[in-house]
């Protein structure tokens, strides 16, 4: 069994309905995969405005690893994305 969290990276959980979740197959418990970047609209409260998101797609085995610790790794790494000068503290 596999469990699979989609986020691209820009503050919102969505499902990702271009791509497939990665095969997780034995020794493996996880993988993580990073996609092209994608330019979406995002509504800033007044108009849409053209905003660059890289999806996220983490696939892994439930038996081994609990949904919430992934989707904490998820946003950890998301946020690290975000602001890569986290990444040299």
């Known amino acids: 069994m596999t469990g699979r ?7 919102r959980y969505q499902p990702l309905p271009t791509t497939f979740p990665p095969a997780v197959s034995s020794p493996e418990v996880a993988i ?4 092209r970047t994608e330019v ?5 409260g007044e108009a849409f ?7 996220l797609d983490l696939s892994y085995d439930n038996r081994v690893i ?3 610790d992934a989707a904490r790794f998820l946003s950890y790494y998301a ?5 890569p000068r986290r990444m040299m503290m």
């Open 5 to 11: 969290i989609g986020r691209r990276f820009h503050d």
């Open 40 to 44: 979406a609209p995002v509504w800033d």
């Open 49 to 55: 405005q053209p905003v660059q998101m890289v999806p």
């Open 32 to 35: 993580l995969r990073i996609t």
């Open 66 to 68: 609990n949904g919430a």
């Open 79 to 83: 946020g690290l994305l975000k602001e």
